[in-house]
């Protein structure tokens, strides 16, 4: 069982990209802008659509009752670290390859995970300025995971796996770290997220552990009896159990209680993916029963992010 609590990525810690921020003009004082007019702020890196007609309201530090613009989303090249999944960062017809470089965290990072992909693989390498290349990994995302039979080979649509986890990163203070999503021209690659921070181990998954999600679809019926359906985000739900050192339960509790009200990442452990117990999100609760002097068992809830 372990658990990957993220670093903040700012301006400082983005070093290169090949996604550009152009989503829409940037907002500029002194202009007017006319209802729906969509504009970026590249401080906050987010898209904002005016409410009302204005003139020289910031859109970042407007306060205006009603407001005059609303904070619609992040902007495509920051996508990649506003914590919504569903919402990846996209690239235009023809283009094979989604490019990060992060890093200069000032701390080490020993952990690096990859959500809402689409591509053909992903890949890591991480350097630092003394040593050179320390770490270098490529993960096929390729899904064989429905193919059981030769009808399935042959007939089965193509997937792929929508997370990567890059583990057992060498742990450099200010290490950059390179990610590419490669796909092909036809299918351009997605990202969702990039988390990367420091990994934990908080003990030993057990059978049990449950898997379920939480569908935010609309799913109700009309006076006639019809449905009415409308596909939205859902989250993963997972119900982990897992066991500890009776002397190391304080240390879980800790760690566990850090990260109250922090996104992170949890899975059961290495070469685990394919019980789909990989989620980012939050957790609801846990709880440590001191069972005995030697062995203690833990149960966490987690809910993933959209």
Same mark, same amino acid.
Do not use: C
């Given at each position: 069982?372990r658990?990957l609590i993220?670093?903040?990525?700012l301006?400082?810690?983005l070093i ?6 152009t ?8 202009t007017?802008y006319?209802? !729906?007019? *969509? ?5 906050t ?12 309201v ?6 205006s ?10 902007t495509?090249?920051? *996508?990649?670290?506003d ?6 960062v996209?690239?235009p ?10 890093? $200069?965290f @000032? ?5 690096l995970?990859?959500? !809402?992909l *689409? @591509?053909r ?11 050179g ?6 993960? $096929?995302l390729i899904?064989?995971?429905l193919?059981d ?11 792929? *796996? ?5 583990e !057992?990163i ?12 490669t ?9 969702g997220q ?7 181990? %908080?003990?030993?998954?057990n059978?049990?552990?449950?898997? $379920? ?13 019809? +449905?009415?359906?409308v ?5 993963k %739900?997972?119900?982990?159990?897992f066991?500890? /050192?009776?002397?190391? +339960?304080?240390?879980t509790? #800790?760690?566990?209680e850090?990260?109250?009200? #922090?996104?992170a990442?949890?899975?059961?452990g #290495?070469?685990?993916?394919?019980? @789909?117990t ?6 609801r /609760?846990?709880? &440590?029963?001191?069972?005995?002097p030697a &062995? $203690?068992?833990v ?6 992010l959209?």
């Amino acid at each position: 069982m372990r658990v990957l609590i993220p670093f903040t990525v700012l301006d400082s810690n983005l070093i290169a990209t090949n996604i550009p921020e152009t989503d829409f003009g940037v907002w500029a004082v002194g202009t007017t802008y006319a209802v !729906g007019t *969509k504009v970026i702020s590249t401080v906050t890196h987010r898209i904002y659509e005016a409410l009302i007609e204005s003139t020289g309201v910031n859109p970042t530090t407007d306060t205006s009752d009603p407001p005059k613009w609303l904070n619609l989303a992040a902007t495509n090249r920051w *996508k990649a670290f506003d914590q919504k999944i569903s919402d990846p960062v996209t690239v235009p017809n023809g283009t094979t390859t989604i490019e990060y470089t992060i890093g $200069s965290f @000032g701390v080490p990072s020993n952990s690096l995970t990859l959500f !809402g992909l *689409k @591509g053909r693989e992903a890949s890591v390498v991480a350097s630092d300025a003394t040593d050179g290349q320390v770490y270098s990994r490529t993960i $096929s995302l390729i899904d064989n995971t429905l193919v059981d039979d030769w009808f399935t080979f042959f007939f089965e649509p193509a997937r792929v *796996k929508s997370e990567a986890i890059f583990e !057992g990163i060498p742990p450099y203070a200010n290490a950059e770290y390179v990610i590419t999503v490669t796909d092909t021209t036809s299918v351009e690659p997605e990202l969702g997220q990039i988390v990367a921070g420091q990994e934990y181990t %908080l003990g030993n998954t057990n059978y049990g552990t449950s898997v $379920s999600i939480e569908d935010y679809s609309r799913k109700e019926r009309d006076a006639f009896g019809n +449905a009415v359906i409308v596909q939205r985000a859902f989250s993963k %739900l997972i119900d982990f159990d897992f066991t500890v /050192n009776t002397n190391s +339960a304080r240390r879980t509790a #800790i760690l566990l209680e850090e990260i109250r009200a #922090i996104p992170a990442v949890y899975y059961a452990g #290495i070469d685990t993916e394919q019980f @789909g117990t990989t989620v980012y999100g939050f957790f609801r /609760n846990f709880s &440590i029963n001191l069972d005995g002097p030697a &062995i $203690s068992n833990v149960t966490l809830e987690v809910e993933g992010l959209t």
